[in-house]
């Protein structure tokens, strides 16, 4: 079994930084990509931002200068630094993970999600 937690979502004022970290645990064998999601209320969820094991990177056309993803393979945890952050930013952020365990092989895995509310 697998689990992923986020931390760190919370109100903003536009402008501002957060920082999110998503921390995978449990029997994992290896993690290939980690991402990071957000879904706005009435939109459909869009992926914000990618790491690959080998630290690739990819980001939505709308976070690219202003947030960074990371990834510490020792901890098993993935990064999402959101700086400028404004108010088309709000969402519900949502990990992913994609994890190979020898009970059941390769599946993606999802943390619950953590609110992120930019707000003056």
Not at 75 to 87: A, D, E, I
Request: charged share 15%; proline share 2%.
């Amino acid at each position: 079994q697998v689990q992923v937690v986020e931390s760190g979502g919370g109100l903003v004022q536009p402008g501002g930084s957060l920082r999110l970290s998503c921390a995978a645990s449990g029997s994992i064998f290896r993690i290939y990509t980690m991402g990071w999601y957000r879904q706005a209320p009435g939109k459909q969820r869009e992926l914000v931002a990618a790491i690959t094991s080998s630290d690739g990177t990819n980001y939505v056309d709308s976070v690219k200068g202003r947030f960074t993803i990371s990834r510490d393979n020792a901890k098993n945890t993935v990064y999402l630094q959101m700086n400028s952050l404004k108010p088309e930013d709000t969402a519900v952020y949502y990990c992913t993970a994609d994890v190979h365990t020898l009970a059941i092989g390769r599946h993606q895995y999802w943390g619950q999600g953590t609110q992120v509310t930019v707000s003056s």
